[in-house]
């Protein structure tokens, strides 16, 4: 696909060949398949690694449409290697937590060593704690040193059920505006080790998936709003005229960052396809 003088690989998949490295909510998958099959469509292609076939971003997509029984699936390939695609993080956030919840949920995970907010920090950068939690007042590490990066998601998926258990409001936050949100009255941050690409492969690849929103891939460009026809994902041999007339004569504009889509924010330039 070309819109102007950019180039990107864009692409239709069978659907059964791609690799999610994230597992999903299946709330947030059920909506989105909601929405598909209202649009008709799949709106955004997926990223996915061109050499080991991993999904980068997309995983709600992919399963929306197995759910809704697509045997294609609409993918911006990419060169996982190239150093244009950062590896980066979420961090979870909660608001309105008590000072009497918030020493529940770290006893009960035994996240119990006081520490600077600068040494919590270091110390799951390093890997030598699973997980740091922040606040405006005092930073938790956990007790135990780190041993594997899937015990530390573990300890995620624990803190993740306590907090909804709780009725906390959890949401995902980027490491550029962790120090904004910190400050806030009744703000907790939760922060996790880094993952490398080469482990994002190897969850794909040994179906040990991480939890939801445990990386965040920053491409060069992105292409959206490709609008592919779900009746030609859900074809066995989906049509070569439909596929030529969406993705080789496409037209759009670019976007430069941030820039907000659909309501999500992007940190990348975003390549909008025009629809005739």
Request: proline share 5%; net charge neutral; aromatic share 4%.
């Amino acid at each position: 696909m070309r819109v102007g003088s950019r180039l990107v690989e864009v692409d239709l998949r069978p659907i059964g060949s791609v690799l999610p490295h994230e597992e999903t909510i299946t709330d947030l998958s059920s909506r989105l398949s909601d929405q598909i099959r209202a649009d008709g469509f799949q709106r955004d292609p997926i990223i996915v690694d061109r050499e080991n076939h991993v999904v980068l971003d997309g995983m709600h997509r992919l399963r929306a449409l197995r759910e809704l029984g697509a045997r294609h699936i609409l993918c911006h390939l990419v060169d996982y290697s190239s150093p244009e695609i950062r590896l980066e993080r979420w961090a979870r956030s909660l608001k309105g937590v008590k000072r009497e919840s918030l020493a529940e949920i770290l006893k009960d995970s035994r996240i119990d060593r006081r520490v600077s907010r600068k040494e919590a920090i270091e110390l799951v950068d390093g890997r030598s704690t699973p997980v740091a939690v922040l606040t405006s007042g005092s930073c938790f590490v956990a007790s135990s040193s780190f041993r594997s990066l899937a015990e530390s998601f573990e300890l995620v998926r624990r803190l993740d059920e306590a907090s909804r258990a709780m009725g906390l409001r959890e949401d995902f936050i980027e490491e550029e505006i962790i120090e904004t949100a910190i400050p806030n009255p009744g703000s907790v941050v939760i922060l996790t080790p880094r993952v490398e690409k080469k482990e994002v492969i190897e969850a794909a690849k040994g179906g040990r998936l991480f939890p939801h929103k445990s990386t965040m891939h920053v491409i060069g460009i992105r292409a959206v709003g490709v609008n592919y026809p779900l009746s030609e994902l859900q074809e066995e041999e989906p049509s070569q005229e439909v596929r030529a007339s969406k993705l080789e004569g496409a037209k759009g504009s670019i976007l430069d960052p941030p820039v907000t889509y659909f309501g999500r924010r992007y940190w990348e330039k975003l390549l909008v396809v025009r629809q005739e």
